[in-house]
């Protein structure tokens, strides 16, 4: 096995939730994906579109209500030997989590126990995480947790004594970004870790990202309603509607030639249209229920482009270009041929 191998493939995973005694809804459907050792992929897509669902059924988090009825997801250890994430027991489970892939989860700033320290926060964890090669002593942990805020640029004598509510929405983002790296994992799934914060902050934690990937080489999952920061921090972007990936590409396919109408509405969504007002263009109606999906191709009801077809036929996602399966640009729409967004219509922001 080469170091090209990806870390982690997913193919056809469907999630759905039990939504009552003997009814279910589909909330992620038809997901295949390689994710590649240091490679950084962002999952975007309006709320409920499926995000949060499926970062934490790649790491076998789902809640009790949420089960995998079809699927697979494959992960390289750190040793090179392989293993399906889904049929791994409790056990394997405790090893995989933490050291091998680690979650920051969706408004996580606010799941610090606020009765406890951060320090307390960081001796657990790794006292949770001991293996038989590696018991924690006191010292290693204070070392450890020390070393730990210093890569995300915290004071460790300011922050380790402090409670959580003692330090500010960007602190406790970076305590708990380095939370996640205590066990040096190799996958690193971040859901909105950034959304809570005002642009400055935003601007500093993506910043510390980069850093930290590139020092530390592990591959990223990060999750975003915001295309504009997906573009900035992903080598792929994936947009999601309705609980299916619809287009996937690298950073500059999808922002500089999207060929889904989602993907070019989210885009126009967040920069403003020429005009002396900067006025942003919204996708018009809203998300549909998983209860009930329209027929055809999800987006239809809401697509300036649908045609006839649109509403029978389910769009698969298919390669637009010829650079090979994991690299390529992918829509799934009938009619993306037709797309042809232009950042002339862009103001200058
Ligand atoms: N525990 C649950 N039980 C039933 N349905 C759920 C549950 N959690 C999520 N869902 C449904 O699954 C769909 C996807 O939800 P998910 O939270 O994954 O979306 P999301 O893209 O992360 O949204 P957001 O941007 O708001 O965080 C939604 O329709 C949601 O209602
Ligand atoms: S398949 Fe049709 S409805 Fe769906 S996104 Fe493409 S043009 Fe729009
Ligand atoms: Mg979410």
């Given at each position: 096995m080469s170091d090209d191998s990806p870390i982690m493939s997913v193919r056809?995973?469907?999630?759905?939730?039990?939504?009552?005694?003997?009814?279910?809804?589909?909330?992620?459907?038809?997901?295949?994906?390689?994710?590649?050792?240091?490679?950084?992929?962002?999952?975007?897509?309006?709320?409920?579109?499926?995000?949060?669902?499926?970062g934490l059924g790649l790491l076998k988090l789902l809640p009790?209500?949420?089960?995998?009825?079809?699927?697979?997801?494959?992960?390289?250890?750190?040793?090179?030997?392989?293993?399906?994430?889904?049929?791994?027991?409790k056990e394997e489970l405790r090893r995989f989590r933490w050291s091998e892939a680690a979650m920051v989860f969706q408004g996580a700033m606010n799941a610090f126990n606020p009765v406890q320290r951060i320090g307390d926060h960081f001796a657990d964890t790794l006292k949770d995480h001991a293996t038989a090669q590696q018991r924690?002593?006191?010292?290693?942990?204070?070392?450890?947790?020390?070393?730990?805020?210093?890569?995300?640029?915290?004071?460790?004598?300011?922050?380790?004594?402090?409670?959580?509510?003692?330090?500010?929405?960007?602190?406790?983002?970076?305590?708990?970004?380095?939370?996640?790296?205590?066990?040096?994992?190799?996958?690193?799934?971040?859901?909105?870790?950034?959304?809570?914060?005002?642009l400055l902050t935003q601007r500093?934690?993506?910043?510390?990202?980069?850093?930290?990937?590139a020092e530390l080489g592990f591959s990223m999952i990060f999750i975003t309603h915001d295309l504009g920061l997906a573009a900035e921090?992903?080598?792929?972007?994936?947009?999601?509607y309705a609980g299916r990936i619809i287009e996937t590409g690298t950073a500059d396919d999808i922002f500089y030639n999207p060929k889904h109408p989602y993907t070019e509405g989210l885009i126009k969504a967040v920069l403003p249209v020429a005009g002396d007002l900067p006025e942003l263009a919204s996708i018009p109606g809203s998300p549909p229920s998983l209860a009930s999906l329209p027929a055809g191709c999800a987006f239809h009801p809401r697509c300036s482009y649908a045609k006839d077809d649109c509403r029978s036929a389910t769009p698969?996602?298919?390669?637009?270009?010829?650079?090979?399966?994991?690299?390529?640009?992918?829509?799934a729409c009938l009619h993306s041929h037709r797309i042809n967004f232009s950042r002339e219509v862009i103001a200058s922001v």
């Open positions: 056809d995973l469907q999630i759905n939730y039990r939504t009552g005694k003997r009814s279910e809804v589909v909330a992620v459907r038809d997901i295949n994906f390689d994710l590649y050792p240091g490679q950084s992929m962002a999952l975007v897509g309006e709320s409920g579109c499926g995000k949060t669902t499926l009790r209500m949420g089960h995998v009825p079809q699927g697979e997801i494959v992960y390289r250890r750190k040793d090179g030997t392989e293993a399906n994430i889904l049929t791994m027991d924690w002593s006191k010292k290693d942990i204070a070392e450890r947790s020390e070393e730990l805020l210093r890569m995300v640029r915290l004071e460790p004598a300011r922050v380790l004594p402090s409670f959580p509510h003692e330090l500010s929405g960007g602190m406790k983002q970076r305590a708990l970004i380095a939370l996640a790296l205590a066990l040096n994992p190799q996958v690193l799934v971040l859901d909105e870790p950034t959304t809570a914060l005002d500093s934690i993506v910043e510390e990202l980069h850093r930290l990937r921090l992903a080598d792929r972007v994936s947009t999601m698969e996602l298919e390669s637009l270009t010829d650079r090979g399966s994991d690299l390529s640009h992918r829509a």
